[in-house]
């Protein structure tokens, strides 16, 4: 549950931060509008705790007829920093983000798009 709630404020955060693309949960069944982010996180109880250590994975879309591979590129890098910096949204709220760390990055080209995978080690657990 508390995966799910995490994952909400992830894309609401990167909603904000990036008015100009549509931001969805994984989880959604919605048609995606491109240029998109998409956030899925898989979690796990740290045994012995109330945390929750997961795998974050923010996948970048644009369109290929509109954006080049240096502009999907720089949109990626500043969604990477947003996501490394995003430890003081989580400041108050239910949730406390503990740490985010990078783990590794995967381009794909479809037929229409660009996709980049951002993908982080994440912890966070409910705040006492």
Same mark, same amino acid.
């Given at each position: 549950?508390?995966?799910? @709630?995490?994952?909400?404020?992830?894309? $609401?955060?990167?909603?904000? $931060?990036? !008015?100009?693309?549509?931001?969805?949960?994984?989880?959604?069944?919605?048609?995606?509008?491109? !240029?998109?982010?998409?956030?899925?996180?898989?979690?796990?109880?740290?045994?012995?705790? &109330?945390?929750? @250590?997961?795998?974050?994975?923010?996948?970048?879309?644009?369109?290929?007829? +509109?954006?080049?591979?240096?502009?999907?590129?720089? +949109?990626?890098?500043?969604? +990477?920093?947003?996501?490394?910096? &995003?430890? !003081?949204?989580?400041?108050?709220?239910?949730?406390?983000?503990?740490?985010?760390?990078?783990?590794?990055?995967?381009?794909?080209?479809?037929?229409?798009?660009?996709?980049?995978?951002?993908?982080?080690?994440?912890?966070?657990? !409910?705040?006492?």
């Amino acid at each position: 549950m508390i995966d799910l @709630q995490f994952c909400e404020a992830v894309v $609401s955060y990167l909603a904000t $931060s990036f !008015p100009q693309r549509s931001v969805y949960a994984a989880n959604s069944a919605r048609e995606l509008n491109a !240029p998109a982010i998409v956030v899925d996180i898989r979690a796990e109880v740290v045994v012995g705790s &109330m945390l929750e @250590q997961g795998t974050l994975t923010v996948i970048v879309i644009s369109q290929a007829d +509109d954006t080049t591979p240096g502009q999907h590129q720089a +949109d990626c890098n500043a969604i +990477d920093a947003a996501i490394r910096s &995003m430890k !003081p949204y989580f400041a108050t709220g239910p949730i406390a983000l503990y740490g985010v760390i990078a783990q590794n990055t995967d381009n794909q080209r479809e037929n229409t798009s660009w996709e980049k995978h951002l993908v982080y080690l994440t912890g966070y657990g !409910p705040r006492s």
